[in-house]
T-cell receptor, first 111, second 114 residues
Framework: GDSVTQMEGPVTLSEEAFLTINCTYTATGYPSLFWYVQYPGEGLQLLLKATKADDKGSNKGFEATYRKETTSFHLEKGSVQVSDSAVYFCALKDSNYQLIWGAGTKLIIKP | KAGVTQTPRYLIKTRGQQVTLSCSPISGHRSVSWYQQTPGQGLQFLFEYFSETQRNKGNFPGRFSGRQFSNSRSEMNVSTLELGDSALYLC?????????????FGPGTRLTVT
């Protein structure tokens, strides 16, 4: 079945560092891809999405590009802030229109 | 517009009991999905309701059930609670279940089974 693999955390960076969180997927067809963020004690928020190959999703300085050839959707940000500390989830929408989730990557940003 | 609300936010139950969790979707949203989040298993899809009908179901035992009312509010029920049912239960609503409609999540209900 469909699956999502993302890099294990925690990822610890200093403020203003460059961020990459890797995400790869296995799916039949061409799923839509998503990044969600979960701040401590809160539910999930959609960060960005891409619906077809070569689409680039972006929001709040975060970007991710849908790469069909490498089945990847890596999350990047040029300069992270302490407020970006959270758990980030990569997900795909399968043929039944349900979200299949990665395990989540905890991001810790130190001032 | 009010977001997705879930009640109660926290719940402590004893093994063998049953529990009902409630979710009120964003006004106008007709699809409600439920997820279980645990440290060991991560996020797992439970089921999805659309227009009062269960449209999709994840791989959970029959102790987990749900329903949706005509106003799109949804409840999920877990009977004969087990220690392993301790988790954060998240509800998400969307305009439609199909396509790329965004799912909006509630804050979750933290269930602890002792």
């Amino acid at each position: 079945g469909d699956s999502v693999t993302q890099m294990e955390g925690p990822v610890t960076l200093s403020e203003e560092a460059f961020l990459t969180i890797n995400c790869t997927y296995t799916a039949t067809g061409y799923p839509s891809l998503f990044w969600y963020v979960q701040y401590p004690g809160e539910g999930l928020q959609l960060l960005l999405k891409a619906t077809k190959a070569d689409d680039k999703g972006s929001n709040k300085g975060f970007e991710a590009t849908y790469r069909k050839e490498t089945t990847s959707f890596h999350l990047e940000k040029g300069s992270v802030q302490v407020s970006d500390s959270a758990v980030y989830f990569c997900a795909l929408k399968d043929s039944n229109y349900q979200l299949i989730w990665g395990a989540g990557t905890k991001l810790i940003i130190k001032p | 517009k009010a977001g997705v609300t879930q009640t109660p936010r926290y719940l402590i139950k004893t093994r063998g009991q049953q529990v009902t969790l409630s979710c009120s979707p964003i006004s106008g949203h007709r699809s409600v999905s439920w997820y279980q989040q645990t440290p060991g298993q991560g996020l797992q899809f439970l089921f999805e309701y659309f227009s009062e009908t269960q449209r999709n179901k994840g791989n959970f035992p029959g102790r987990f059930s749900g329903r949706q009312f005509s106003n799109s509010r949804s409840e999920m029920n877990v009977s004969t609670l087990e220690l392993g049912d301790s988790a954060l239960y998240l509800c998400a609503s969307s305009l439609e279940g199909t396509g790329v409609y965004e799912q909006y999540f509630g804050p979750g209900t933290r269930l602890t089974v002792t």
